[in-house]
């Protein structure tokens, strides 16, 4: 029993020493090209952000970063594609909020936004604006409520579970309202319609609204996040206005598969958050009324625990499918 107790403790050992070996063969990650995918298509505001952060993640890091659009599904294509790759830090997803809605709208849902990925850092996030047309008789978010309340009305949405969508979906439930949904084939043609009267309110993003509003042509009633925007800050919060709870933000950040090794994920982190300390990203940002949110995995995953229930609830209860 003892030679054998030996053997197997030498067994044991080897193997130990054998993959240290290897490990420092190999080198600290990372020794070759990272793919960071991004589940959404050239020019879109995830796809901009996306590989700006890559061109400076790369320097610091040491290896190209390359950026792949894998679109589909609402980025769920892309999405599930990254959490079926090996977690060697070599696949990554850029993704943005729709990751967490996305897969609530699929019975099964494709992934699990909560448990499949590995949340490593949210890069930055903003709030959208709640916006009416000029020949809705109401000139506050109050008035708007008590009017919608009286009389048929309808929004729009870039489709079915688009943040716009569910922006408006989440509206309904809290102001107690029951205002039509309208969904188009993107927020281009939902704008549209919108300014020619034929919908009453949209839940925009500020690069797709702001001109408009700024132009006079559509009315803002508030921003849909916890505070200002500097890019209207006369604006109030929906809950300054009177609706408490309205909370609808904007994220991106960087993922990885499941069971990617700590050490990795923390230097993605530690890098991405001297990124986001840059004048250059803060200006980027800025454009899309957003603002850098660094901070550590563990925020990340917060953010994702914290507003996946939310959503499904709502998903559930106002009966949301796109199958």
Do not use: C
Not at 8 to 26: E, F, I, K, N, P
Not at 141 to 167: C, D, K, Q, W
Not at 195 to 201: A, P, S, V, Y
Not at 237 to 250: H, I
């Amino acid at each position: 029993m003892s030679q054998l107790h030996t053997r197997r403790t030498l067994l044991v050992a080897g193997a130990s020493l054998a993959a240290s070996w290897l490990a420092h063969a190999q080198g600290p990650w990372p020794q070759k090209p990272i793919r960071l995918i991004v589940p959404f298509g050239p020019g879109a505001s995830t796809d901009t952000v996306a590989r700006f952060v890559a061109t400076k993640l790369s320097v610091r890091l040491g290896q190209p970063i390359v950026v792949e659009n894998k679109i589909g599904a609402g980025g769920i294509i892309g999405t599930t594609y990254v959490a079926s790759q090996p977690a060697d830090g070599y696949t990554l997803l850029f993704q943005s909020s729709p990751y967490m809605t996305a897969p609530l709208l699929k019975v099964p849902p494709p992934y699990d936004p909560v448990h499949d990925l590995q949340p490593i850092g949210m890069a930055g996030s903003g709030p959208f604006m709640v916006v009416i047309g000029n020949d809705v008789p109401a000139s506050n978010l109050r008035e708007f409520i008590a009017l919608a309340r009286t009389r048929p009305m309808s929004y729009g949405s870039a489709g079915v579970g688009t943040i716009n969508h569910l922006g408006g979906e989440l509206f309904n439930h809290l102001a107690n309202v029951k205002l039509l949904h309208v969904p188009y084939t993107g927020l281009g043609p939902a704008i549209t319609d919108f300014l020619g009267g034929r919908t009453q309110m949209l839940v925009a993003s500020f690069p797709a609204a702001l001109p408009h509003v700024r132009g006079g042509r559509m009315r803002a009633l508030a921003v849909t996040g916890n505070e200002r925007s500097d890019l209207v800050p006369d604006l109030p919060t929906a809950a300054e206005a009177g609706l408490p709870g309205y909370v609808v933000d904007s994220w991106w950040g960087v993922l990885g598969p499941r069971g990617l090794p700590a050490p990795i994920v923390q230097r993605i982190n530690e890098e991405l958050n001297a990124v986001l300390a840059t004048p250059d990203l803060r200006e980027l940002l800025s454009r899309d009324g957003a603002r850098p949110r660094p901070g550590s995995p563990q925020d990340f995953a917060r953010v994702i625990d914290t507003e996946v229930p939310r959503w499904r609830q709502l998903v559930q209860s106002a009966r949301i499918t796109s199958d």
